[in-house]
Each structure stands twice: as structure tokens, then as C-alpha cells.
T-cell receptor, first 113, second 115 residues
Framework: EDKVVQSPLSLVVHEGDTVTLNCSYEVTNFRSLLWYKQEKKAPTFLFML????IEKKSGRLSSILDKKELFSILNITATQTGDSAVYLCAVADRGSTLGRLYFGRGTQLTVWP | SAVISQKPSRDICQRGTSLTIQCQVD?????MFWYRQQPGQSLTLIAT?????????ESGFVIDKFPISRPNLTFSTLTVSNMSPEDSSIYLC????????????FGPGTRLTVL
């Protein structure tokens, strides 16, 4: 049973559009939620959200965490073709092996010029 | 964050053979992690490699199939043994960040295709 569910699985937009990617999770003892951007092979770290940091922003990207409703969203404004990638959400559970992350399947974002 | 390199970047192998993937970090780290990403799937943790002790494997992964070495605090290898087409995946190593919240940083990955 998936602990981390992302939606939509894929998304196609045009440059300049704003997109919202969703991540819901179910872990017993939440520690943190992480967003990654994966182009080709390697996931690149974007944000980490914790109980003490539920909102993050970096340029055109922003993310919030709703610990009560167990979900997070990643917003990308004024999208560019370089934003095309798979966006991965991962959750760390305090009860699991230190370092263990549960990943969602990702959202494939395609931005057309 | 640490700089991580992996070799090989990609390989095409015949079934029944074995491939060893190397992961090098530019700083000393206690734990290194090995992940697998099958086509269209999420990242799945294979094992945690600790220096000076046996690797800790996740459910569904065994040492005979995925032996891991961790000879020092900057290097680890993962071997995929007796390969079958189902082993075709991206294999990634990662290391933890400085904080306590489990952020991890990934190497560039190895794309393995088994014929």
C-alpha cells in the first residue's frame, strides 16, 4: 500500500502557466516531507517541510505542508520549458530506519513553448 | 551539500552476469543509501550501507542478489548479481544532509539495461 500518493501523474502546460502538484501521505509518525525534481536520472533536492517549517519559497517555486490534512502542494508559477521534469515527493517517518524515505511515483510535468 | 559521483553512468548487460556500481562522495558520511527506480515507478530503498558493519536491507532485497561494500566513509559499491531483464532500472546512491530531518542528496545515477 502506497504511503505517498502524488497527483496528477502527468501534466502538460504551456510556458507562462501556473501549475499545482499534489502529494498526500500516510505515515505513522511524520518527520519531514521533501520535494525533488528529477531530470533524466538524478533527483535534485528542492524543498524540505517539517512541523517547524510548513511553507517554503524559492523563486517561482513554492510549497506548503498541511500536517492536519496530510498533504503538500508544490506550486510553479510562470512555468518555463526548463521546468519539464518528474517532480517527486518523499516522506520521512520517525519510526522507520533513520534516513528511510518513502517516495511517490512522481508527476511528469511537460512545459511546451 | 556533498558532491556525489557514480560509475558507470549507464550499461547494457546480458542476463546472468553481474554489474558493480560505484558511488564516491567528496566528504565523509556515516550512512549511504542505495535506491532502485524501475521504469515508471517510484524510488525504492534497497539498503543502507554503514561503514564498518553489514548493510541493512529493506524487505524484498537480499544480500546474495545485491551485495554491498562500504570500505570507508567516502565510498560504496552495489553489485547487481545474476541479472535478469527485471533488474533493468536506474540505480541511485544518496547521502544524508547535515540536518536531522532526513533530507538526502542523490548521485547522478546508473541506468542499467539487461537483455
Amino acid at each position: 500500500e502506497d504511503k505517498v500518493v502524488q497527483s496528477p501523474l502527468s501534466l502538460v502546460v504551456h510556458e507562462g502557466d501556473t501549475v499545482t502538484l499534489n502529494c498526500s501521505y500516510e505515515v505513522t509518525n511524520f518527520r519531514s516531507l521533501l520535494w525533488y525534481k528529477q531530470e533524466k536520472k538524478a533527483p535534485t533536492f528542492l524543498f524540505m517541510l517539517t512541523s517547524s517549517g510548513i511553507e517554503k519559497k524559492s523563486g517561482r517555486l513554492s510549497s506548503i505542508l498541511d500536517k492536519k490534512e496530510l498533504f503538500s502542494i508544490l506550486n510553479i508559477t510562470a512555468t518555463q520549458t526548463g521546468d519539464s521534469a518528474v517532480y517527486l515527493c518523499a516522506v520521512a517517518d520517525r519510526g522507520s530506519t533513520l534516513g528511510r524515505l518513502y517516495f511517490g511515483r512522481g508527476t511528469q510535468l511537460t512545459v511546451w513553448p | 551539500s556533498a558532491v556525489i559521483s557514480q560509475k558507470p553512468s549507464r550499461d547494457i548487460c546480458q542476463r546472468g552476469t553481474s554489474l558493480t556500481i560505484q558511488c564516491q562522495v567528496d566528504s565523509q558520511v556515516t550512512m549511504m543509501f542505495w535506491y532502485r527506480q524501475q521504469p515508471g515507478q517510484s524510488l525504492t530503498l534497497i539498503a543502507t550501507a554503514n561503514q564498518g558493519s553489514e548493510a541493512t536491507y529493506e524487505s524484498g532485497f537480499v544480500i546474495d542478489k545485491f551485495p554491498i561494500s562500504r570500505p570507508n566513509l567516502t565510498f560504496s559499491t552495489l553489485t547487481v548479481s545474476n541479472m535478469s531483464p527485471e533488474d533493468s532500472s536506474i540505480y541511485l546512491c544518496s547521502v544524508p544532509g547535515q540536518g536531522i530531518y532526513n533530507e538526502q542528496f542523490f548521485g547522478p545515477g546508473t541506468r542499467l539495461t539487461v537483455l
